[in-house]
Nanobody
Framework: QVQLVESGGGLVQAGGSLRLSCAAS????????MGWYRQLPGKQRELVAG???????NYADSVKGRFTISRDNAKATVYLQMSSLRPEDTAVYYC?????????????????WGQGTQVIVSS
């Protein structure tokens, strides 16, 4: 069974840092685009950062210069290094990945979501 497992969330004071990890497990052939989304209290889920299989990245304006997304293709894992955290960064963060998975006699490319991890930044 293919799934995304997130870790690294928690409580941190303003100005601190956290590193989120998301590892794909199962019969993974390769990972295409991967990224992090977040859902702020009372708000719609939004893209935080994305990274392609070739390493190209993009960030939401609100996190540019503070967050860094990276990946390890061999481990089908994506990371989000967050620094200079602000109270307004408080949200549930979700991992997303487009994965090519192995079937019995072939492969299939599908989009997957993690369960989400809570990040709370205190003032």
């Amino acid at each position: 069974q293919v799934q995304l497992v997130e870790s690294g969330g928690g409580l941190v004071q303003a100005g601190g840092s956290l590193r989120l990890s998301c590892a794909a497990s199962g019969n993974i052939i390769s990972a295409n685009n991967m990224g992090w989304y977040r859902q702020l209290p009372g708000k719609q889920r939004e893209l935080v950062a994305g990274i392609t299989s070739g390493g190209s990245t993009n960030y939401a304006d609100s996190v540019k210069g503070r967050f860094t997304i990276s990946r390890d293709n061999a481990k089908a894992t994506v990371y989000l290094q967050m620094s200079s955290l602000r109270p307004e960064d408080t949200a549930v963060y979700y991992c997303n990945a487009e994965l090519r998975v192995g079937l019995i006699f072939g492969t299939s490319t599908k989009n997957y979501w993690g369960q989400g991890t809570q990040v709370i930044v205190s003032s």
